[in-house]
């Protein structure tokens, strides 16, 4: 079976209490698809932060002793990196406009998360609105999945997707940062290769490597592709999370 992905058109601006089962079944009845079994659905992350209303204001931010600090090393605002500490278990790295850090779910990445695109307050400035990510994306993915399966009565998979940056690349791809019904690693360790060799280190982000193909499709500005329908994923569906993409601290030669 072909890998596929398809862009579910006509969602429109996600509101705090908007419903993203919803929003994917509108976006199938408008491309005409009938979920099967095996489908996952790849959703992006602002729409889930948007719809849980991790919205939040600079204005209503009083940033630490620590913040203060940071933001002379950093060139950010003050407020902006106070809530980086606040969502983040470690700073690991700072330097002008840098500050990586592990998140509290576990994973490596800039701002922890949290960003100024596309993203719209009801009241104030505008530019003093920044968004949080869910405050656990593999609980949110799988209450979408419960509600669609559901509705639907099929075996699904829900992939929620950030984009961050990665150690030896320029660029940013399209990461898991939650999911429910699909796995987030094949271990393909003891299977054969062409040539009868069995594979002795061989584990495949799965998870990821999806979650790159659909942020292609989703872009990173304008277009509005928020939510993705896949077909013909290549592995088995299983009861995955995002513990399972996140390196021991023991085993990570990066920090």
């Excluded at 002008?96 to 104030?124: M, Q, Y």
């Excluded at 669609?148 to 997707?161: D, N, S």
């Amino acid at each position: 079976m072909p890998l596929t992905f398809t862009s579910l058109p006509g969602i429109p601006l996600v509101s705090p209490g908007d419903s993203i089962s919803k929003l994917v079944q509108t976006g199938l009845r408008n491309c005409l698809i009938q979920l099967e079994d095996g489908d996952i659905i790849v959703i992006a992350q602002k729409i889930v932060s948007k719809s849980e209303g991790r919205l939040v204001n600079l204005t209503t931010v009083n940033p630490s002793s620590q913040a203060v600090e940071l933001s002379v090393v950093t060139g950010k605002d003050a407020r902006f990196v106070e809530l980086v500490l606040q969502e983040s278990n470690e700073i690991l790295r700072t330097g002008w406009n840098t500050l990586i850090v592990e998140h509290k779910r576990g994973f490596i990445c800039a701002n922890a998360g949290i960003d100024h695109s596309n993203v719209r307050g009801p009241w104030g400035n505008q530019e003093d609105w920044v968004l949080l990510l869910p405050v656990n994306s593999d609980k949110s993915a799988m209450m979408i999945r419960e509600e669609l399966e559901a509705k639907y009565g099929k075996k699904l998979g829900i992939l929620i997707i950030d984009s961050h940056g990665r150690a030896w690349r320029v660029g940013t791809v399209g990461m898991a940062i939650g999911l429910s019904g699909l796995p987030g690693v094949m271990d393909l360790r003891g299977q054969p290769d062409l040539f009868g060799y069995h594979l002795r280190i061989t584990q495949v982000g799965a998870a990821d490597e999806l979650a790159a193909g659909a942020s292609l499709m989703m872009g990173q500005a304008a277009e509005g592709s928020p939510i993705i329908h896949v077909r013909g994923f290549p592995y088995p569906l299983r009861d995955g999370s995002l513990p399972e993409l996140i390196r021991e601290k023991d085993q990570d030669l990066f920090r």
